[in-house]
């Protein structure tokens, strides 16, 4: 199969119709292509697949070379609520070298030890504890997302405080996180520290961000 029919390949995933048995015999073939990009693909489509083999798949995925390879399985694991995802995400977030793969593990961790209903006491006291050792603001992002997944009264007023961030990329992170917990009861909120950044935002794709998860705003 040649690179083209690959990405068309890859592309298909995305349909529902798409993603049999046989389709997903290719899919784990493709898992070891030696093109990064097509095996980050992998693991971003790999949701669609009902199939036993999709979490299998995926934390393979984790132990890519790549980071952006593991840092899209991570994200995928976030809809697999299992134990040994959730021990796969907290290796990961003790081992991972490359910051944003290791924020992506967070943000799946979280969502899936909200599933698994584990203690949010705990998880938010280790959380706090490791806070202030960390020095990617990615990850403190992804922890504080964390921390108002389990509760924290005061996490969302550090999520806002990231819109502030003087890394723009941090910036749209802030905002595509917020735009996830519109549906809460946090929406005026949420709504009015954004309009505040766009009145001193220059930068286009941050701009663009804010765009796509609050067209209401622009």
Known sequence: MDDEHKLNFLDNCFDDDFCTEEHFAV???LAYDADPYVRSQVACTAVNFINPGTKDL??????DED????AEAYDSLSLFPYDDVEKCLLDAIEEEWDPIARSY???SWADVAVALCRNGNDAAAWIRQRLPREKSEHCRLAFCYALHGFGDG???SDLMGFLRSRDYHIRCAAVSTLAELMAETHRADIER????LLTRETTKSVKATVAQCFPQLV
């Open 27 to 29: 899919l784990r073939a």
């Open 58 to 63: 995926l934390l393979q995925l984790t132990h």
């Open 67 to 70: 980071p952006l390879v593991r």
């Open 105 to 107: 593990a967070i943000f």
């Open 154 to 156: 005061a996490a969302l």
């Open 193 to 196: 520290a954004v309009k505040d």
